[in-house]
Nanobody, 119 residues
Framework: QVRLAESGGGLVQAGDSLRLACEAS????????MGWFRQAPGKGRDFLAN????????YYLDSVKGRFIISRDKAKNTVYLRMNGLTPQDTAVYYC????????????WGQGTQVTVSS
């Protein structure tokens, strides 16, 4: 079983940057894909980006490509989401998740971290 714990959310102003972190524990992530999602108030949960733990290959939702950057630190068992140029439309609860293999379902989820962007 994989346990995930997000951190780094908060209240920021439009135009600011923020880096979220997701620390994983419980088992090796060698085969896993790690993803970031978000859920805005009253909306469904949207995929943002993922990264293959082994080789670091990344994939992004088109609307965040170039503005959000996903990365991982194997030594710290942590995946990050760097978010630049934040707007009020980025206000949401941000979740990280783990899938056993890239392309499979995300079976493990963190509790989420709130990001609020004021105008």
């Amino acid at each position: 079983q994989v346990r995930l714990a997000e951190s780094g959310g908060g209240l920021v102003q439009a135009g600011d940057s923020l880096r979220l972190a997701c620390e994983a524990s419980g088992r090796s992530l060698d085969s896993y894909a790690m993803g970031w999602f978000r859920q805005a108030p009253g909306k469904g949960r949207d995929f943002l980006a993922n990264i293959a733990w082994n080789d670091g290959v990344t994939y992004y939702l088109d609307s965040v490509k170039g503005r959000f950057i996903i990365s991982r630190d194997k030594a710290k068992n942590t995946v990050y989401l760097r978010m630049n140029g934040l707007t009020p439309q980025d206000t949401a609860v941000y979740y990280c998740a783990a899938a056993l293999f890239p392309g499979t379902s995300y079976d493990y989820w963190g509790q989420g971290t709130q990001v609020t962007v004021s105008s």
